[in-house]
């Protein structure tokens, strides 16, 4: 016996005076039976006929249910609700129905779900339009590749409606893009209320955000554009934005928690998604009210969204290393030597494959590398490892007119770049230092020397250089250029030199180890 026919007889003997013992005895059916109709309306009893059924709808799911409960021990079954409807599009069950249904289903298979408790204090409904909650939120989430994603969420809620904006960040966080994430919370609500709530230490220093800082210079004159006011919560208050702190807990648990994150764009077009058929869409706890009903009245009330003509740059910044490196993406990007100092920080711009490096306050282009798709690398740049503030063509230069700016002089140190690239500054310094006591003529004598031999060594020309001075003061007669005037002891071959020796000479010049010193003399 079931439904109706077993409900009345039980109702028609208990009038009769008949008790539960002797009703289940009549009937047939079990005690616990006869108890649980005893003191049901027919109007109860229709509805429970009503939720048996829903139940039994429900039943279809249960193993997908399940296992969502399995992977996930401490989801919530407002979040199931939403998984049915955006993975089943023939799911039209009620949340109140389902949330029992989850209920029995955690009994039945013993799953059980942990719940953390904290305090809030009620507070009054405030006039349409007057007031917004703004806070950020951080959840860790896994990738397709199963690598664990910091994400950031940005919330900001009506008071009056409860309508809902959401906004994840898988980056630091930045100024530029806080206040982009307000502008677009405007545009979504289609006006600007009359006052924000924020978290004091969250609106001046977010310390979770990585030591990346919100300065409030640049937020104020945001404000001002935007014609808001800024009510700044005490610390310890969390019953002063009460409303935003459900709410980056609802979309962190009912939206974000248990996804597989993919990419942003993606993420965000989901949330927007959630927001349209879950967020804003069901019936707020305590107003009782969809939110997104009683959002389209306060819309009317929202300022209108004034026009930025100069928004923020997105600037994405990095603090300078001791060894004169930045971090990005796993590796050590180099900078040139000397461009630490405590605190320093510069920007970082990426542009087809490329990394640029940018001092913050000058806009000067620091360095420039390749990114690197591998990880743990030290992506350097060897230019980076000495002192460039002459500039190589301005050395060239004065090097020229030291050595009396003649064509022999142009092609002697245009050889020597040709073939010591690397050391054109130690070659050029050298050269400078040798000259500062000879005239101009033992000068142009030693590089027609070198020219002619084809000898591009700053060392060579110095040896040349001695030479030329020492058969000047002997006055002997005859030209360098002329072989047959140079001693038997130059006419010679030229021994294979190592390169200490003439750093011993010369003063430890860094030149070119372990190349074979050329001749300085040729036979005639």
Wanted: charged share 30%; with cysteine; proline share 3%.
């Amino acid at each position: 016996m079931k439904g109706w026919p077993m409900y009345q007889d039980l109702q028609q003997l208990k009038a009769m005076g008949l008790n539960k013992s002797q009703v289940k005895r009549r009937l047939g059916i079990d005690w616990k039976t006869v108890d649980r109709y005893w003191k049901v309306t027919p109007d109860e009893f229709s509805e429970m006929r009503r939720n048996n059924q829903r139940t039994k709808k429900l039943e279809k799911y249960e193993d997908q249910i399940v296992r969502w409960l399995q992977e996930h021990p401490d989801i919530s079954s407002a979040q199931v609700h939403d998984w049915l409807k955006e993975h089943y599009p023939d799911y039209h069950g009620k949340e109140r129905t389902l949330r029992r249904y989850v209920a029995s289903l955690r009994i039945k298979h013993g799953i059980k779900k942990s719940v953390k408790v904290r305090q809030y204090q009620a507070t009054e409904e405030l006039p349409m339009g007057y007031q917004a909650q703004v806070d950020l939120g951080f959840i860790n989430l896994k990738n397709t590749e199963g690598q664990k994603v910091k994400l950031t969420g940005f919330g900001l809620v009506l008071s009056r409606s409860r309508q809902k904006y959401v906004e994840w960040e898988d980056k630091p966080l930045t100024t530029a893009r806080f206040i982009h994430m307000h502008y677009r919370a405007f545009e979504f609500m289609g006006g600007v209320p009359e006052e924000i709530v924020y978290d004091q230490d969250r609106l001046l220093a977010i310390s979770e955000n990585s030591g990346d800082v919100i300065f409030t210079a640049e937020f104020e004159r945001f404000r001002q554009q935007m014609g808001f006011r800024v009510y700044l919560c005490r610390k310890n208050d969390p019953e002063t934005k009460g409303k935003i702190e459900a709410v980056i807990k609802y979309a962190k648990n009912n939206y974000a928690r248990h996804r597989i994150f993919d990419n942003i764009t993606d993420f965000n077009q989901g949330c927007i998604e959630w927001l349209a058929r879950t967020g804003n869409a069901n019936i707020h706890g305590t107003t009782k009210m969809v939110p997104a009903e009683v959002f389209k009245e306060e819309q009317k009330h929202l300022k209108p969204i004034p026009n930025i003509i100069n928004q923020p740059e997105e600037i994405v910044t990095r603090q300078v290393r001791k060894d004169n490196t930045i971090w990005f993406n796993g590796n050590r990007y180099t900078l040139p030597l000397g461009s630490y100092y405590p605190e320093r920080e510069v920007v970082i711009k990426e542009d087809q494959g490329l990394l640029s490096i940018f001092d913050l306050n000058t806009g000067e282009q620091l360095a420039i590398h390749r990114i690197a798709l591998e990880k743990g690398k030290l992506i350097s740049n060897n230019n980076h490892k000495r002192d460039h503030s002459a500039k190589i063509a301005e050395l060239f230069e004065n090097t020229l007119a030291n050595l009396g700016g003649s064509e022999t002089a142009v092609a002697f140190l245009k050889g020597i770049r040709k073939e010591k690239p690397r050391y054109i500054r130690d070659q050029y310094d050298l050269i400078n230092r040798t000259i500062a006591n000879h005239d101009a003529e033992t000068i142009f004598q030693a590089l027609s020397h070198c020219l002619e031999r084809r000898i591009f060594s700053a060392v060579e020309f110095a040896i040349a250089l001695d030479y030329v001075a020492q058969t000047k003061e002997s006055k002997t007669s005859g030209s360098i250029l002329d072989t047959s005037a140079i001693p038997p002891a130059y006419r010679i071959k030229t021994e294979v030199r190592n390169i200490s020796e003439y750093a011993a000479i010369y003063g430890g010049v860094n030149v070119e180890q372990g190349r074979r010193n050329q001749r300085l003399h040729e036979k005639p």
